[in-house]
């Protein structure tokens, strides 16, 4: 028999929500970060969930992994000009609770005999430049997380977690640039006019030392002065400080380039676990 009490008999529809989460600004703009408010039973807690929810969407997962890039790089243009504008340089430069331009004076900019910054306009320039990048970083991060396929083409750039060969590729392009990393430090301290000797408080040329016995044995404790529980932190010139990166970007360079050029082998198959789930965790 029908009733008419509809209050018992029928659910009264709430409205569609009008969250600015899920506007049209905000919906990309939380994309490209590889945020969402909608929980599923797979990822949890969404906006904690992370680059997991990109597993299967390696589109998305590389604009995500772009616009990170540009929020780091933004980051440190941003503190460079900040530090830059409260910097005195009629103090120490490590009284001043500075990050970022210490670590610029070591690398002999703006420096003169004493250790004494002199120029400030290096500084200036390098901000900017990292927030011009990071501009470019994160419109190609939202681009690639809402613009394009949310899989890249497997022809191309796209991959399969399963696929091994794929995998150890792009394990060796990230050797190659954690080399080209290396690298450009050696090539600044023993080329394009070397980096700050705190020693003798001025910028100098480095003769990076390449002794693989010295060098290697500060992983066991072995320094020049004898065994020692510090380690690579008892490091004391900068000689062996680049012959260190030296050896690091050719390992690492070398390396990258066997993983390459090689595919896994039988032992790394059955031991290494090739899913997104390892990759990301």
Aim: charged share 15%; with cysteine.
């Amino acid at each position: 028999m029908q009733t008419l009490d509809n209050e018992d008999s029928s659910t009264v529809e709430t409205p569609a929500s009008t969250d600015n989460s899920k506007g049209i600004f905000w919906t990309p703009a939380w994309r490209s970060l590889g945020w969402s408010f909608e929980a599923t039973p797979e990822e949890g807690a969404p906006l904690l969930g992370g680059n997991i929810r990109f597993k299967d969407l390696s589109g998305q997962l590389l604009g995500a992994h772009v616009a990170h890039a540009g929020l780091i790089v933004l980051w440190a243009g941003a503190m460079t000009l900040f530090e830059l504008s409260r910097f005195d340089p009629s103090l120490p430069i490590y009284e001043q609770n500075l990050i970022l331009l210490p670590h610029l004076a070591t690398l002999g900019i703006g420096i003169e005999a004493g250790g004494q910054v002199i120029n400030t306009y290096p500084y200036y320039v390098i901000g900017m430049l990292h927030l011009i990048s990071s501009a470019v970083l994160g419109a190609g991060g939202i681009y690639h997380a809402v613009l394009r396929p949310k899989e890249l083409d497997i022809k191309g750039f796209g991959y399969k977690w399963e696929d091994g060969n794929k995998m150890t590729t792009i394990l060796g392009i990230h050797l190659v640039l954690l080399g080209l990393g290396a690298a450009l430090l050696v090539i600044k301290a023993t080329a394009l006019g070397g980096i700050y000797d705190p020693l003798i408080e001025k910028v100098r040329l480095v003769q990076p030392n390449l002794d693989p016995v010295i060098i290697f044995g500060y992983l066991f404790g072995f320094s020049p002065n004898g065994w020692t529980i510090t380690g690579m932190a008892s490091v004391d010139n900068l000689e062996d400080v680049i012959g260190g990166h030296a050896w690091v970007s050719l390992l690492c360079i070398s390396g990258g380039l066997f993983h390459i050029v090689s595919k896994p082998t039988s032992w790394a198959k059955k031991i290494l676990i090739w899913s997104g789930e390892a990759y990301l965790s």
